[in-house]
């Protein structure tokens, strides 16, 4: 099958967009939709829906990055291929979400913040403690139990929502009613990323990489974990997309973002089967950021998705 639409392909050393309409775009929504930078939404449908992000803080050879916004993907990726040292991340992302909060202090009727899953991040605790902080302005925190573009496929039809107009309870049920229907699936190129870090073991990672295996994985109830193996990257895309075919079927119309830790002649191919085997109301393009790719390191392939 082909997508019934065009393809919007995404660059991946675009830098995080700011806030604010676009020429032609929406104006600002008396609600408004703000998340974190995991989401990895892609910069020009932040601006479009002028969402919010709250970026979080990499901390690298003792200086503090934000994610997105000082380091780009493609900035990230090609130092983390020679780097000794990984980066480590900060969950000191309260102020962000606590200046975000206070710019919008009278400029909208209420704010619905759909963030990181609590499980792999400080992201909910800390937008919940920026709304006790904040406590004039009508503020509703949701742990999407979800990560990179899952979680921000419920941020946008939130802002979906929020820019046609919608009430705050009709904004806080549109990202609610999509939390049972998003998927996120991926496959990493290496186990060394995730071993330097210290969430695998040296022998785990000398035999993934022996064997050539590429670990395939997913969040189930918010937590990261394991699908499947494939012993090579075509062998790995294939599985991803037998994987999402079993999540969604192949009747009805999807709608997709093909994710890649600086690979985009990988996820070129990744979405050239996605077009093959699905209708596609949606498909898009991003680099996965920077606080993932921590973890995942380069020549991550992965696939968010839903069905309509």
């Keep these: 099958m082909t997508s019934r639409i065009p ?9 995080q967009a700011g806030n604010g309409p676009d020429e032609g775009g929406c104006a600002l929504s008396k609600i408004a939709v703000v998340t974190d930078s995991v989401a990895c939404i892609p910069p020009d449908l932040v601006k479009r829906y002028d969402i919010h992000v709250a970026p979080v803080q990499i901390i690298w050879d003792r200086v503090t990055y934000r994610d997105g916004i000082d380091l780009s993907p493609a900035e990230f990726y090609a130092r983390l291929r020679t780097a000794r040292e990984l980066p480590t991340t900060s969950s000191a992302i309260q102020g ?4 975000i909060f206070e710019n919008l202090r009278g400029k909208v009727d209420g704010i619905v913040a759909i963030v990181l899953t609590g499980a792999l991040g400080a992201a909910y605790s800390s937008a919940s403690n920026a709304k ?5 302005v009508p503020t509703e925190v949701i742990d999407t139990s979800q990560a990179m573009m899952a979680q921000g496929f ?3 039809e ?8 919608g009430t705050m309870a009709e904004v806080i049920k549109a990202a609610r009613d999509m939390l049972p229907r998003v998927h996120m ?7 060394e990323y995730l071993r330097r870090g210290g969430r695998v073991s040296m022998p785990q990672a000398l035999i993934a990489g ?7 994985v997913g969040l189930v109830e918010g937590k990261v974990a394991p699908l499947a193996r494939a012993r090579s990257r075509p062998k790995a895309q294939a599985k991803l997309i037998e994987l999402m075919a079993e999540r969604v079927g192949t009747e009805k119309s999807v709608h997709v973002t093909v994710m890649h830790g600086d690979v985009p002649n990988e996820a ?7 077009t093959d085997r699905f209708q596609c109301t949606e498909l898009l393009t991003s680099a996965i950021t920077p606080v993932i790719g921590t973890h995942t390191g380069p020549g991550t392939l992965g696939l968010a998705f839903y069905r309509d």
């Design 7 to 15: 393809v919007y392909i995404i660059p991946s050393n675009s830098r």
């Design 210 to 216: 022996w064997l050539n295996v590429k670990p395939i």
């Design 154 to 156: 419920i941020v946008l």
């Design 158 to 165: 939130a802002a979906r929502v929020a820019a046609a107009g």
């Design 185 to 191: 699936i991926w496959a990493m190129d290496t186990l």
């Design 268 to 274: 070129e191919k990744l979405k050239k089967m996605v």
């Design 132 to 136: 006790e902080m904040v406590s004039d």
């Design 96 to 99: 962000e979400f606590l200046t």
